[in-house]
DNA sequence: AGTTACATGTAAAACGTTACATGATTGT
DNA sequence: ACAATCATGTAACGTTTTACATGTAACT
């Protein structure tokens, strides 16, 4: 799937590994990331196969850098991609629910504790991705030189993750004050 | 991770590998999945590790089965993990997203019948969680002998497939529908 | 006649994370 | 002084998926 991702980014633009982790991490995190050896072991891939090539720039005050250029092969491929519907639905490994499903067998307060520290991460990855405004789309439209066209698709992601860390907060409020009242009168 | 689900369900109730796999995707599979064959690899993992034991019942006209029971080693590490606090959020892999962030290269039509393909499957899972009610969890309860106390816990991630696939159908509704607007001015 | 349920596993490939190695420049 | 940024990669390890192998009994 991340062969994807990076045809996708170099559809927009040439750019080396380092930069590529830069702008996933900047546009996408809410819904992907890789880490950097894994992006360049698929770039390796993806140039053997004739997807990308690559030409090295030499720098004299900094490292030299190895830029990735989609070829149309490459471009085939990722259209291919994009038109092919998706048939399944991503399942989800949701470590903190796995938790959940066992804690009657821990301590109450234990857990209690467990579902405010999640909350506090959540909240401040809904302001995050609130804050995200267009400006910042904006941003990335010319730091790839993508359309604006673009930003309308780019938005509706962040969108997506406005609209999953409220749900996932909600969650917890409910979670939290059921255990809550819970415990009023018991252990 | 998987190691800690099948040491929870061990906890319970002595199960052969077939079984487990049928009591998570019962009651796990809207946070939780994993295939056969690596659940069998886990298990014989776990039994190296002195986690579990396990014994053969042969049977004469059924298959063998490899029965696994949990050990006090177990019972503790699996104590221990539930008693850690996740620092972190589990970062999310949507691939639906990621194709809809390149969303602006393809075809108006094709977007939307994808989103609209989507919206189906998850309207379909949603129905699913919706209809899974206290009768169902207490099938559960007895299957592996858990107490009223885990209803409570089950039921709170039943609680969260919910509300995620409710939210998931908004954010495609809305979607959606910013795509017809656009759509019927222009291409 | 064909599929599903029961039941366990191996082998290979694909995917992903963590640790290590190197080293200059810039900011605090 | 210390951390962060820039920059690329290898090696080892760990996880997950897919394909293969085997075989009976019950259901449609």
């Keep these: 799937m991340l062969r994807y991702a990076l045809l996708g980014f170099l559809n927009y633009h040439s750019l080396n590994g ?25 770039l390796k891939t993806l140039q053997e196969q004739g997807m990308i090539t690559s030409t090295l720039e030499m720098k004299e005050d900094r490292p030299d850098r190895r830029v990735y250029t989609i070829t149309e092969a490459g471009r085939r491929e990722f259209a291919e991609w994009l038109a ?74 962040r969108r997506a993750g406005v609209l999953y860390e409220e749900m996932y907060i909600q969650w917890l409020d409910e979670t939290i004050a059921r255990l809550e009242t819970l415990s009023e009168g018991g252990t």
């Design 18 to 42: 380092y930069d590529l982790k830069n702008v996933m991490e900047d546009s996408a995190r809410n819904f992907w990331h890789a880490d950097l050896s894994q992006i360049y072991k698929n």
């Design 84 to 157: 092919t519907p998706l048939t399944e639905i991503t399942p989800i490994k949701e470590v903190l629910l796995l938790k959940i499903f066992f804690s009657a067998q821990a301590e109450r307060i234990s857990v209690l504790t467990q579902l405010r520290l999640q909350r506090e991460l959540h909240r401040r990855n809904l302001q995050r991705y609130a804050e995200q405004t267009v400006s910042d789309i904006e941003k990335n439209i010319q730091r790839l030189g993508a359309s604006l066209d673009d930003a309308l698709f780019w938005d509706a992601t």
